[in-house]
Nanobody
Framework: QVQLVESGGGLVQAGGSVTLSCLAS????????MGWFRQAPGKEREFVAA????????HYMASVKGQFTISRDDAKNTVFLLMNSLKPEDTAVYYC???????????????????WGQGTQVTVSS
């Protein structure tokens, strides 16, 4: 049984930083591209970042490049999302997701992801 469990969310002031973690179990972690998505109230789920096996390549939505950093520890089956300089518009539920690695994965398409965590709330106060 595959499980993705996010942690690290909470309330943070604008300009602050938060690191989200996602622990995966029940799958061969190194075979999967790991992604982060977010969904704000009343909005569609949107891609935030993705990382391939061993951290060989990373991908970000344009608006978070230079602000967020995705990383992974394949030995610990964990993917991280460091979020700096947070803004109120970053407020959302953040989801971890896993997509079986292949050459033609569209990282930004949530339909490409096979497994999802339950999400963790990040609220940025102004």
């Amino acid at each position: 049984q595959v499980q993705l469990v996010e942690s690290g969310g909470g309330l943070v002031q604008a300009g602050g930083s938060v690191t989200l973690s996602c622990l995966a179990s029940g799958l061969t972690f190194s075979n999967y591209i790991m992604g982060w998505f977010r969904q704000a109230p009343g909005k569609e789920r949107e891609f935030v970042a993705a990382i391939t096996w061993g951290g060989v390549s990373t991908h970000y939505m344009a608006s978070v490049k230079g602000q967020f950093t995705i990383s992974r520890d394949d030995a610990k089956n964990t993917v991280f999302l460091l979020m700096n300089s947070l803004k109120p518009e970053d407020t959302a539920v953040y989801y971890c997701a896993a997509s079986y690695d292949s050459d033609d994965v569209d990282y930004e398409d949530h339909y490409e992801y096979d497994y999802w965590g339950q999400g963790t709330q990040v609220t940025v106060s102004s």
